[in-house]
């Protein structure tokens, strides 16, 4: 079992859906990230929210849009995404966002575009 | 931030030690060394971490050497249940700027441990 959360497991959707990814952490951890992992490569950072606040954007396309309500919680809203962009979601979280900190990976979102 | 490099496929059997070296020829004074794990359609998993000399944990040993270019996963007695992907990483500690809290993964190695 992981101690970072992810719903759904699964996603289907069309590009002209808006769909979310949640994320939820109850570590008291500080910094939390998305990234994105296609088959057999290794994941990708997308996102680094640090205190709650945006630090770090990948130049990631618009249609995906990170969200953090709160210390605990990190969404990945999705919109006109294309079919390039069905991967599996990772969302991760570490202490602060300092080096040397080890982030804590949920087991993702698998995303599907049709 | 450092580039890694490792060993594309690695094959071992049960009960057998495992050595994952990584080559990061341009790593910096500030960076520290990280291994994590990942199974299929699973994230990630923290394995251990350290900067310099031999760390040990209870599932794995990490050798650094004094120059710090390369680093070994080490992996005694493994099991089945040890294959999966194996990936070296290479971060700033207490970095500033643009690459704080960063991790850009390698290519990893995939272990595959037989009967």
């Known amino acids: 079992d992981t101690e970072v959360t992810q719903t759904p497991k699964h996603l289907v959707m069309g590009m002209t859906n808006k769909k979310s990814l949640k994320c939820e952490q109850h570590?008291?951890?500080?910094?939390m990230y998305w990234y994105k992992q296609k088959a057999k490569k290794p994941p990708e950072l997308m996102f680094v929210?640090?205190?709650?606040?945006?630090?770090i954007n990948e130049s990631v396309p618009s249609r995906f849009s990170p969200e953090c309500p709160n210390s605990s919680l990190l969404n990945l809203h999705l919109h006109a995404l294309q079919p390039e962009d069905s991967a599996l979601y990772l969302c991760?979280?570490?202490?602060?966002?300092?080096?040397?900190?080890?982030?804590?990976f949920g087991d993702g979102t698998r995303l599907s575009i049709l | 931030l450092a580039k890694t490099t490792q060993p594309v496929s690695m094959d071992s059997y049960e009960g057998q030690e495992v050595n994952i070296t990584c080559s990061h020829n341009?790593?910096?004074?500030?960076?520290?060394i990280t291994w994590y794990q990942q199974f299929p359609s699973q994230g990630p998993r923290f394995i251990i971490q350290?900067?310099?000399t031999k760390v040990t944990n209870e599932v794995a040993s990490l050798f650094i050497p004094a120059d710090r270019k390369s680093s070994t996963l080490s992996l005694p007695r493994v099991s089945l249940s040890d294959t999966a992907v194996y990936y070296c990483?290479?971060?700033?500690?207490?970095?500033?700027?643009?690459?704080?809290?960063?991790?850009?993964f390698g290519q990893g190695t995939i272990l595959t441990v037989h009967p």
């Open positions: 570590m008291g951890h500080r910094a």
């Open positions: 929210y640090s205190y709650e606040k945006l630090s």
């Open positions: 990483l290479v971060g700033e500690i207490n970095a500033g700027g643009t690459s704080y809290g960063k991790l850009t």
């Open positions: 350290g900067y310099k």
């Open positions: 991760a979280s570490s202490q602060d966002p300092g080096g040397g900190q080890p982030q804590h």
């Open positions: 341009n790593i910096a004074t500030n960076d520290y």
